[in-house]
């Protein structure tokens, strides 16, 4: 039997405002959100697992400097970058995760290889960066990682003596596609993330994330922890969310929503509401997340202004969006 396939993904969430967003900024998230859903949708089409699409997405996101992961992961305090990952599988919540990878291109090939060829679920620096010389994934030098726009961010918050949370606010260099948006930093989160129910019914979801801007003494967000920041379970759902990490993790996000379907037997998208809404937003919890569960539904909260983000199924045409609609 065939069942319903389904692919979300996100790109960060925060204020997204329409009057600092440029013509030829939008289209470029437009187009690197599509790119990445269909490729990850190509996967399911195929009759590929979840897990494979969800992976395929997100390196997609990794491999674009518009989005806080992967190459356009932005800067510590140190001046180098330390990336976060995780992946879930939802057949037996198999899951792997890394924090603070500052060598690896892709983040999520490595969380996938602490999943399969590990006894464990979260590995930190160095030894996911080890792990991934070991298999022989590719490894880039912090040139590779460079962008003038994520160079600029850091040199603003290290003299107004803060932590930020993705983009400065300060004018972008004129250069390279990372450039193309100005805008609010301490409202943008830019973790990148996908989930996705293949044709046999089974979820599965990844995050990945270069966290924030100035950040110190080697913090870690909600991104690479299981239940926080992702999850999935074919029972219920799989989950991939993005915001103020510290607040996602306080209030268990991906696993609170499954918890109201598995024990309340609550519907996705109304789990979903009762979370973002009722729960993170009074709370002080700006962000979002994207969801499927065990049927194909789809869900896409966020109690900010906007959240990159972008859905394609079985069911429904390709949809991609970044404002409140």
Request: negative net charge; proline residues 5%; glycine residues 10%.
């Amino acid at each position: 039997m065939i069942y319903p396939f389904a692919l979300a993904l996100h790109g960060g969430a925060g204020t997204i405002s329409r009057t600092l967003m440029t013509p030829a900024a939008e289209l470029a998230y437009r187009q690197a959100l599509q790119v990445a859903t269909e490729a990850g949708y190509a996967v399911l089409r195929q009759g590929g697992p979840a897990l494979d699409a969800v992976e395929t997405a997100v390196r997609s996101l990794e491999d674009c400097p518009l989005f806080n992961a992967g190459k356009g992961a932005v800067f510590t305090h140190e001046g180098h970058h330390e990336m976060d990952a995780a992946i879930m599988d939802g057949r037996d919540r198999a899951a792997g995760a890394v924090a603070g990878a500052r060598t690896v291109q892709n983040p999520i090939r490595v969380a996938r290889l602490v999943m399969e060829k590990t006894d464990h679920v979260l590995l930190a620096h160095p030894g996911n960066d080890e792990l991934a010389r070991e298999h022989g994934l590719p490894t880039q030098p912090a040139e590779y990682f460079f962008t003038e726009h994520r160079f600029a961010q850091l040199q603003e918050a290290l003299a107004d003596g803060k932590m930020r949370l993705d983009h400065s606010d300060a004018k972008a260099p004129q250069a390279g596609p990372a450039a193309l948006a100005d805008e609010d930093p301490k409202k943008k989160m830019g973790t990148v993330g996908a989930v996705a129910r293949d044709q046999h019914g089974n979820l599965a979801a990844a995050t990945s994330t270069g966290g924030m801007t100035n950040k110190r003494y080697s913090r870690i967000g909600d991104s690479p922890i299981i239940g926080a920041g992702t999850f999935a379970d074919n029972r219920t759902c799989a989950i991939s969310c993005t915001g103020h990490g510290e607040f996602f993790l306080r209030a268990v996000v991906a696993h609170d929503i499954s918890c109201l379907m598995d024990y309340r037997g609550l519907s996705l998208a109304e789990a979903c509401r009762v979370v973002v809404h009722d729960k993170l937003a009074p709370a002080g919890g700006e962000g979002g997340l994207v969801a499927v569960d065990g049927f194909g539904n789809m869900a896409l909260p966020f109690n900010s202004d906007g959240m990159y983000r972008a859905s394609l199924s079985s069911e429904s045409p390709l949809y991609v969006g970044i404002y409140k609609d």
